[in-house]
DNA sequence: GATGAATGAGCGTTCATTCAT
DNA sequence: TATGAATGAACGCTCATTCAT
């Protein structure tokens, strides 16, 4: 327990730090531009000079130019589903914390950041089983989201799917339509206000679709 | 109206048609590819070679590669809404239509040609104004298509939006789901009566978000 | 058999007389840096400038580097073993043949061309299969070239090897020694005077080594 | 002669023989990969895995990569002379000690470590004047050492070349053809039983060639 | 001296587009 | 108009070497 033996310790400690900060800094730089110009369309140069280190510096800490983009949608997902998550613990009602949850989506991701949403779904068509494997890993984690969320006994409001494949058919519907918003916002180009009020309508379809595929144990939801 | 004129009529006329056909060949030969590999992975050869031209005469019917894949949007976009628009026709109410419409939509073109959907879609990303005015023609259509389905006072059902947006968001919504089905249906790998159970509760979905947002004129859809 | 179609068949001769020749010179500039530079530092950009082509272009012709390493050493491979097999048609006996044999191919092609030899073996290591295969081919021939030459009843002398493995033996040796030297030849920096009696020096001892490995049906070679 | 000064060269002493110590694990790893996969497909990193140690760590220890290939070179370089020469004098006459030093080349080196023989003429070509020199090193050595088996009167049995020549050409001669055999042998996947009958041919030839060359003084060997 | 992350020049290969025939 | 060989810019990835700790 020397000093040395603690320095040794310290700096160890502090490489790793630095370590993790670095991959962050690349995968920050990769979302840029991934989400900006897209997966194909970004040269690794580009996220080096914006990550502002060498081209070789990025391959220490990615295999290469895919496993950077499963990086990001790791990233991505992770980040989205505790904003839903988030969101949707603050609802007095499930049916209320899905809205919630969607309200939030819609505006701390889909409004400030329209891109990150498209890359979790655009990219990654045409790649390899890492990278599908990454999208299904989200998906299948949105799907047991969406699951707990209206199958947990929240306030006494059991609720029921009305088949088997209720749970994946609306997690997808959610998800494809966040994504369709994603995609479609630039086209809109609207103003602030029409903005919120398509969110608002967005969210409205969202629990309306729900409602037609879930029945309540008490008839209330 | 010599011979020698109706002669070069008929060539030219003859002439006409085969530059068309040979179009269609190249356009179906790039829709074939775009969808199986990607817009960006297949190789202008391949079409050439699937088409049975050469290189060169993919050039002398499109200016270029994205020429081609909004030639091949443009197919499949009008393809799409005639589908919707048959299906939509045979209903005996507005959302019976639109149910008939989501059905055909699916059985028709997301379970035989899952990719198509996905080429409207996914694949427009990053590119030129061209393009994306293809994309936007498209959707803007499929609005149309939609808002003109529930407005019509077909058999006396009268529709009302609840707001003024109520119209894009329906659109970008049913197209949205679609497209995310097209994504993951092959991720699902169901047994083809799941399949249909599936595609079933896809539709519930969307015709229970559009009674969340139109209101019907006499209280009854 | 109109001018038309004597035209396009002969314009398709014409195509196909140039691409032989481009192909051609694409091989001889990549033997010619290959041989200067060695495989790995060769650049295919450097063959393209020498060829005067485009990089492009090279890869019209040859699938890969290692595709045109292969070409050039069946090229040499080929060129090698007529060198051989004339000057052995012209000795009067079996060994006189196999030592002007070995006189051409040191004064033909040793001492002018001394990086083609070295290609032959110090280059295709490490690489794939196929290139293997070259090599063991051009391997095989000559060991049957030996064989021939010495097995061939020419002008009554009928030679015996002293065991069913001699052939290859000799082969090897001969090829072995020629590719060594090949190999040192840049570090004699010899007079012309001793250049030539290395030469013949190295012919006497392979024809010595071949004597120890054969026997004469009539004691007499 | 304190303890303090006694230390201190005991301690520089022992720092003496670690730093050989890790220099030699360095040039075995570095022979056996460089053997293994060849100079160029030798990464340092792989090097250092494999030593033990750290990347930078190898260039304390030796200027660059081609310095590490002139290590090893040189100790393959002794290693095979004082096998050669240990054989050698086991013999009873010049040219048995010569089949001796033959034999144990070929069973000793060729056939249980055949890559070994290949670094000493394969990899060294494209390279700087320093490895040349290493390589023109070897075979100055080795050409002195037929040379002086040769000449000695061992045994009362005196030699003379035929010419000045003779000597290196002789050397050249036998080191390319066990240059040849290590490269060949891994195509010939013989039998046990063949392998030892080629070495003994081979080992004939060898003698025969030497023959050729040499004329003793008592017209006896 | 030892470490190992960072560097960046370098290269093989691809493919949309052009153009001589 | 059709052809298909030629073009060459572009980019992913490697790895010998350096250097701050």
């Given at each position: 327990m020397g000093s040395k033996k603690n320095g040794s310790t310290r700096s160890a400690l502090r490489r790793q730090r630095e370590k993790e900060l670095r991959r962050s800094t690349i995968l920050t730089a990769a979302e840029k531009l991934f989400a900006q110009k897209g997966y194909r369309k970004t040269r690794i140069e580009d996220i080096a000079d914006i990550a502002e280190i060498s081209v070789g510096s990025v391959y220490g800490h990615f295999k290469n130019k895919e496993d950077l983009l499963i990086g990001v949608l790791d990233d991505i997902g992770m980040y989205t589903r505790k904003l839903a998550r988030n969101a949707f613990m603050e609802g007095d009602s499930i049916l209320d914390g899905i809205e919630r949850a969607g309200i939030?989506?819609?505006?701390?991701?889909?409004?400030?950041?329209p891109e990150k949403i498209r890359l979790l779904f655009d990219e990654s068509i045409g790649f390899s089983d890492h990278l599908i494997d990454a999208r299904r890993n989200f998906m299948e984690k949105v799907t047991g989201d969406v699951h707990n969320a209206l199958m947990q006994a929240k306030h006494g409001a059991?609720?029921?799917y009305s088949s088997g494949l209720s749970g994946e058919v609306i997690?997808?519907?959610?998800?494809?339509?966040?994504?369709?918003?994603?995609?479609?916002?630039?086209?809109?180009?609207?103003?602030?206000?029409?903005?919120?009020?398509?969110?608002?309508?967005?969210?409205?379809?969202i629990v309306g679709g729900i409602k037609s595929l879930i029945v309540s144990n008490e008839e209330r939801l």
């Open positions: 939030a989506f819609f505006e701390e991701l889909c409004l400030p950041y059991g609720l029921k997690a997808v519907c959610i998800t494809s339509i966040y994504a369709g918003l994603g995609n479609y916002y630039k086209f809109w180009k609207k103003q602030p206000e029409d903005t919120m009020a398509i969110g608002a309508e967005v969210v409205r379809y």
